[in-house]
């Protein structure tokens, strides 16, 4: 393992923010990161690095960080109906989606072309087009980052919600996820083709009976076709949640916009896509210096070149004013900003 000091990590974040990183280390299996924990007692110092495409990074970090390259794909228990996948934490997403196409192991299709790692997506529960990572989410092995330790959670440990796990909360900082098991339909699979675009995609093909691989395909050209490829143009997909509001606050907004985009929750509350509300308040293709919300989707904060982690941030605030200040709705970032 190549410890290596002031070390620049542009190339290790989406939004593609040039700060440098005290020492950087990449692991490569369970071993070598309890070796690096054993040298290293100040575990608050340590920050685990996946894909880096949920940050934004706003200044240059006096940790140690240690990149995840835990790799691997295995079988490891056959059910009637199901295979359980164990995949190292450093694979890259999409490339476990598409083995898993390819295999015809179903459940995580709808979740094609999410950047970042397979350890980063129980963080924040990934999710797309009607699909969440907790509904193939079967468990996950983390090691302590305090003690080296290993430690298996199931899915009520993790304490899943939108784009929510308790490694975002009690645990922030604290583990390092190192391999995930998922629970995939190898028969009978549960199609989610309910999100309206892909319905729209499949009819448009005259696909009536589609595929894992249609659905994949779908999912695929309707992310090309809205959000930005962050080797082009610098990003971290949405940048903020989309937030949830009582009834009786969405009613009133009703009455002063009749055609506020909304979707009912169980809960009783309502939620509204920020992308609509930042696209009300005239943020669309808006550029401010190096950065700007994004042409196709409003919820995206690009770097168009050169962007400080501090001017992508200031846009953020400023754009959250303006969202408060024409409907009263607070809206907070999606991605983690250090
Ligand atoms: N909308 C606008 N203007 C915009 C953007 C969106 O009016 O600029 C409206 C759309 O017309 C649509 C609604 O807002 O009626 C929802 O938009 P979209 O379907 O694009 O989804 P989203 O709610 O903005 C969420 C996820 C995405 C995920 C998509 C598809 C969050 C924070 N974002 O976006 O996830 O791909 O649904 O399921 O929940 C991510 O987390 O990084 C991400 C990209």
């Not at 299709?109 to 529960?125: K, M």
Request: aromatic residues 8%.
């Amino acid at each position: 393992m190549l410890l290596k000091q002031n070390f620049s990590l542009k190339e290790y974040n989406t939004f593609g923010i040039d700060v440098v990183a005290a020492s950087f280390v990449a692991i490569h299996s369970v071993e070598e990161l309890q070796q690096i924990l054993l040298k290293n007692n100040d575990s608050e110092k340590i920050m685990i690095l996946g894909g880096g495409s949920n940050m934004l990074l706003t200044k240059d970090l006096d940790r140690l960080v240690v990149h995840n390259q835990i790799k691997g794909f295995e079988i490891v228990a056959e059910e009637k109906d199901h295979s359980i996948v164990a995949v190292g934490g450093g694979e890259n997403w999409h490339e476990f989606v598409l083995m898993c196409v390819e295999n015809d192991l179903g459940g995580v299709e709808n979740l094609s072309l999410i950047p970042g790692t397979v350890g980063a997506a129980p963080i924040q529960n990934i999710g797309a087009y009607g699909v969440e990572l907790k509904d193939v989410f079967e468990r996950l092995e983390a090691v302590e980052l305090s003690t080296g330790k290993v430690y298996t959670f199931d899915k009520t440990a993790c304490q899943f919600g939108y784009r929510d796990s308790v490694f975002k909360r009690d645990l922030k900082g604290k583990f390092c996820i190192t391999k995930v098991y998922f629970r995939l339909s190898k028969q009978q699979h549960q199609l989610n083709t309910s999100y309206g675009a892909i319905a729209q995609v499949l009819d448009d093909k005259n696909i009536n009976s589609p595929s894992i691989k249609d659905i994949s395909d779908a999912v695929i050209e309707i992310r090309q076709s809205k959000l930005p490829d962050p080797k082009v143009l610098g990003n971290s997909g949405s940048f903020f949640k989309n937030p949830e509001i009582p009834l009786a606050q969405f009613e009133d907004l009703q009455q002063r916009f009749p055609e506020i985009v909304h979707y009912s929750l169980p809960n009783g509350k309502v939620k509204v896509p920020a992308g609509w509300l930042i696209e009300q308040c005239g943020w669309k293709g808006k550029r401010i210096g190096n950065t700007g919300a994004y042409e196709k989707q409003a919820l995206v904060l690009v770097n168009y070149g050169g962007a400080t982690g501090e001017e992508v941030f200031l846009l953020a605030k400023e754009i959250a004013a303006s969202v408060k200040s024409k409907f009263g709705i607070t809206i907070t970032p999606e991605v983690n900003v250090l």
